[in-house]
T-cell receptor, first 112, second 110 residues
Framework: EDKVVQSPLSLVVHEGDTVTLNCSYEVTNFRSLLWYKQEKKAPTFLFMLTSSGIEKKSGRLSSILDKKELFSILNITATQTGDSAVYLC????????????FGQGTILTVHP | NAGVTQTPKFQVLKTGQSMTLQCAQDMNHEYMSWYRQDPGMGLRLIHYSVGAGITDQGEVPNGYNVSRSTTEDFPLRLLSAAPSQTSVYFCATGSTDTQYFGPGTRLTVL
C-alpha cells in the first residue's frame, strides 16, 4: 500500500520566521512528488518534483526531493500571515497518468 | 476559461437517497479524477479516468459510480447515500501528473 507521511502535522510561527515542512513516502512505481497549498477551498498547485537534488523555487517558497532517502522538504522563508494554510504533499504513481496519494497535510499558522 | 467547475457547492441528503455530483472541465485534459477529503486524512482518490470511455477505481471506490462519456464531464454518482459519505468532494483534472482541483462540493448525509 502506498504511503505518504507529512510532519509536523501542525506548526505555529510568527511573521518573518522560516519554516521547513517534511514529506516522506513509501510507494510503488514513483513518478513525481507534488506540493499543494489549501486555504479553506480547493488545493492550489505549488511544485512538482521529479529529479533528486534539483531545487524548485517560487518567491519565498522552495522545495527539493531526495529520491534515495524518499523524502521532500518545502521551505518557506520570511513567512507572512497569508502563508497560513494547510500544505499537502502528494506522490504520483502509475505507468501512465499519475494517481495521487496524499499525506495528511501540515497546518501552518503564521501569527503577526 | 472556467477551468474545473463542480455543482452543487453544498448538498444535504438523507440516508439511502441517491444523487450525482457534477464535474466539468474546459482545459481539454484527458485525465480526470474524484477525491474526498475528511478531517485529518488528506485527500483520498475515489475514481479516475484517463480518457472518454475509460474509468478505474482509486483507493476508496465503494459506494460510488462514475462514467466518462465526454472529455469534458466526469460525474460521480452516489447510489444509496450513507452517513460515512459525509465529506468534501473534489474533482480534478490535469495532464500527466500535475492536477488542478475544482472548488469542491460539501456533502452531508443525515
Amino acid at each position: 500500500e502506498d504511503k505518504v507521511v507529512q510532519s509536523p502535522l501542525s506548526l505555529v510561527v510568527h511573521e518573518g520566521d522560516t519554516v521547513t515542512l517534511n514529506c516522506s513516502y513509501e510507494v510503488t512505481n514513483f513518478r513525481s512528488l507534488l506540493w499543494y497549498k489549501q486555504e479553506k477551498k480547493a488545493p492550489t498547485f505549488l511544485f512538482m518534483l521529479t529529479s533528486s537534488g534539483i531545487e524548485k523555487k517560487s518567491g519565498r517558497l522552495s522545495s527539493i526531493l531526495d529520491k534515495k532517502e524518499l523524502f521532500s522538504i518545502l521551505n518557506i522563508t520570511a513567512t507572512q500571515t497569508g502563508d497560513s494554510a494547510v500544505y499537502l504533499c502528494a506522490v504520483a504513481t502509475g505507468t501512465s497518468y499519475g494517481k495521487l496519494t496524499f499525506g495528511q497535510g501540515t497546518i501552518l499558522t503564521v501569527h503577526p | 476559461n472556467a477551468g474545473v467547475t463542480q455543482t452543487p457547492k453544498f448538498q444535504v441528503l438523507k440516508t439511502g437517497q441517491s444523487m450525482t455530483l457534477q464535474c466539468a472541465q474546459d482545459m481539454n485534459h484527458e485525465y480526470m479524477s474524484w477525491y474526498r477529503q475528511d478531517p485529518g486524512m488528506g485527500l483520498r482518490l475515489i475514481h479516475y479516468s484517463v480518457g472518454a470511455g475509460i474509468t478505474d477505481q482509486g483507493e476508496v471506490p465503494n459506494g460510488y459510480n462514475v462514467s466518462r462519456s465526454t472529455t469534458e464531464d466526469f460525474p460521480l454518482r452516489l447510489l444509496s447515500a450513507a452517513p460515512s459519505q459525509t465529506s468534501v468532494y473534489f474533482c480534478a483534472t490535469g495532464s500527466t501528473d500535475t492536477q488542478y482541483f475544482g472548488p469542491g462540493t460539501r456533502l452531508t448525509v443525515l
